[in-house]
């Protein structure tokens, strides 16, 4: 596909001319011209530069944002290719302490609300106190540098103080939501082996409060490697807790002494630049999911990058993303405080008690930026509601959308029912480099329905199968030709390097290929035009396959199973089930609510599918992998002979079920 002229999609925002001058990128481009005599006269000479000119540039933001540290690094990067390639060796630092040069009296660090918890406000001075105490309570129990802290947190200030203290002493962070169930848990700690565990006792959504103390018990049998438990009553303060593992209460750690006065200093260890910050998770599409490791000085720079360059976040702003502690923009919401940004939490249903609850918000606390996912917008659009109308939403100034397309239509509900002088960033980039790689830019226009540039330092082409980048305005691979400091520095337990060299540099050796279709247009915008892989994207959250799969698996009736999801044009989506049944049975709405109870049980209402369908058998390739893939390109009505190869199949049978129901009409 390639577009013509009058295909140019309408201009939906301009930067003012003040907004240029006053944005970060304009201070960085003149800082570049005065300290570096480099000049750029457009945002496109300056990303030519930083992608083919990668030490200059990466060096010039460590200068630029003055990062604290210790020691010399000899090179900013050394290497032969992907991923192979080191960052500032011989430099120490530490993400909590870049955090913390921005304390102030001025403004909170912290707004939190939740279904149950009216606003509150948490001081810069009690977010170092209380996590200081915590960081003191990890070395008290022997924590050192590359031990794991896991947490099993809503999205509530306990867990921001939660990871900075772990950063702080250098242990690892890792954290699922109280959502998840026991098995799904247990898939991603149990490969990391954590030494604490910190847990609440239950959390509420949608007007429902759900006691999750017997799935804390289920987890730390689990996790024989956990010697503490750190417990929080969050769903109810008077709850307690029975473990066969020592517990201590939070309030009796961080409230230790009765003033943020007596209580200990912060400390930092300073630790090499690629020395573990915290451990994400892969979706688990062919496995347990894959434990990626991100780095203190790789994810520093990068968010010190995109929060200030890409999101303009400036030093007394509110910034606000819907997310739980399972998703990276979590992470990425603590990193707006590197920009000496309040963040703006909230734990709760974001269409409850009605589709306004977080607008609502947006008016309490003044959010400056408000970020959401994709689907949440097409959600508001099909809702009919008028946020701008009913609410006073003067302060904010950008939107971002992430975790799935934003299709055009709603762009353009953004700009005729929020703010027609809104600043709409649709960002994509993932767990696997806890960023974004296209995002937002103060410098340029919004177009309708695309993505207005690639990020600095990254060097993000269009490929076709062969490895060779396609025309501007045609679809291809989404690959990234040169190394980023983000991109993990490897994944926990894999010793040699093969599933992460698999996941992402085997179909172009030494070049990140990501898995989506990407259009790069003849004005340098993008479109991602959704998954090239058999990810499936849930309402905007990755789930993989394998986790519908395990669960499954512990229902007799069903042979065998296969889930896709479909995105459609209008932004929404539909996940069908697929079941193949053991001889002599039935497919009952008893059987189908069984399987929907195991797999909300087993891992969440997301990997809930929307209808589930009785087939003959599930099609497999000869090497014994099924074909989530090839059924989705039969079911989106793509060709035959492009979505897939007979000669491949160990059933190709199977696959004739597929065509003839999307001959009849489908869904």
């Not at 600043?423 to 296209?438: E, N, P, Q, R, Y």
Request: a negative charge.
């Amino acid at each position: 596909m390639s577009e013509s002229n009058s295909s140019i999609p309408k201009v939906l925002w301009q930067p003012s001319l003040t907004m240029q001058e006053d944005s970060h990128l304009s201070h960085f481009i003149s800082w570049l011209a005065t300290e570096k005599q480099l000049f750029f006269e457009d945002y496109p000479t300056l990303w030519q530069w930083s992608t083919e000119h990668l030490e200059l540039f990466w060096e010039s933001v460590w200068q630029y944002f003055q990062v604290e540290h210790s020691g010399k690094y000899q090179k900013v990067l050394s290497g032969n290719q992907m991923p192979g390639y080191q960052w500032f060796e011989g430099a120490t630092l530490n993400y909590t302490e870049h955090v913390f040069r921005q304390k102030t009296d001025a403004r909170p660090a912290i707004l939190f609300q939740s279904e149950r918890h009216g606003l509150t406000e948490m001081s810069w001075a009690e977010l170092e106190a209380q996590t200081a105490a915590l960081a003191e309570y990890f070395r008290e129990q022997g924590i050192q540098p590359g031990d794991r802290i896991a947490a099993y947190l809503p999205n509530s200030p306990h867990a921001v103080v939660a990871v900075l203290a772990a950063m702080s002493v250098g242990a690892v962070w890792s954290s699922c939501s109280p959502d998840f169930g026991a098995a799904s848990v247990a898939d991603r700690f149990a490969q990391i082996q954590p030494r604490i565990f910190i847990a609440v006792d239950g959390y509420a959504y949608g007007g429902k409060s759900f006691d999750k103390r017997e799935t804390v018990r289920e987890i730390c049998q689990l996790l024989p490697s956990v010697e503490q438990v750190v417990f929080i009553p969050y769903l109810n303060e008077q709850s307690d807790i029975q473990l066969d593992k020592p517990i201590t209460r939070w309030q009796d750690i961080v409230h230790r002494q009765p003033s943020t006065v007596n209580r200990p200093p912060l400390t930092v260890n300073r630790l090499p630049f690629s020395h573990p910050l915290w451990i994400l998770y892969s979706s688990g599409t062919t496995g347990i999911p894959k434990a990626i490791v991100h780095s203190h000085g790789g994810n520093l720079l990068e968010h010190l990058k995109y929060v200030h360059f890409h999101n303009d976040i400036r030093p007394g702003e509110r910034f606000f993303w819907y997310s739980t502690t399972g998703w990276m923009m979590w992470n990425f919401t603590v990193g707006a405080l590197l920009a000496g940004a309040t963040i703006v939490l909230y734990d709760g249903s974001p269409g409850y008690p009605d589709m306004n609850v977080l607008w609502e918000l947006a008016e309490k606390t003044g959010i400056t930026h408000f970020g959401t996912s994709a689907p949440f917008l097409v959600s508001c659009m099909k809702a009919g509601i008028s946020p701008g109308k009913q609410f006073d939403l003067s302060q904010m100034r950008g939107i971002g959308s992430t975790g799935s397309p934003l299709p055009p239509e709603a762009f353009g509900w953004v700009y005729d029912n929020i703010k027609d002088d809104i600043w709409l960033s649709s960002m994509a980039g993932g767990t696997d480099v806890c960023t974004a790689w296209v995002g937002g830019n103060p410098l340029l226009p919004v177009y309708q329905g695309e993505i207005q540039c690639r990020c600095l330092g990254c060097a993000m082409e269009s490929w076709d199968e062969e490895g060779h980048p396609v025309p501007a305005g045609e679809v291809g691979e989404m690959v990234v030709t040169k190394p980023m400091p983000s991109m993990p520095v490897y994944f926990w337990g894999d010793t040699n390097g093969e599933k992460y060299q698999a996941s992402y540099f085997d179909h172009y050796p030494g070049v990140w290929r990501h898995g989506d279709w990407l259009q790069i247009t003849e004005r340098d915008t993008l479109v991602i035009l959704g998954r090239s892989d058999a990810t499936l994207n849930r309402q905007g959250v990755r789930i993989g396959t394998a986790e519908i799969y395990r669960a499954l698996d512990q229902i007799p009736e069903l042979k065998d199973t296969l889930i896709i999801n479909l995105e459609r044009p209008d932004g929404s989506d539909w996940m069908p089930l697929f079941v193949a049944l053991q001889p002599g049975q039935t497919l009952t709405d008893e059987l189908k609510t069984r399987i929907k109870t195991a797999l909300r049980t087993a891992y969440s209402p997301r990997h809930v599918p929307d209808e589930i369908l009785e087939i003959p058998d599930v099609p497999y390739t000869i090497s014994g992998k099924k074909m989530e893939t090839p059924v989705k390109k039969v079911l989106q009505k793509k060709p035959l002979d492009k979505a897939f190869n007979r000669d491949s199949m160990r059933n190709p049978e199977a696959m004739d079920w597929f065509i003839r129901w999307t001959v009849d009409g489908g869904r």
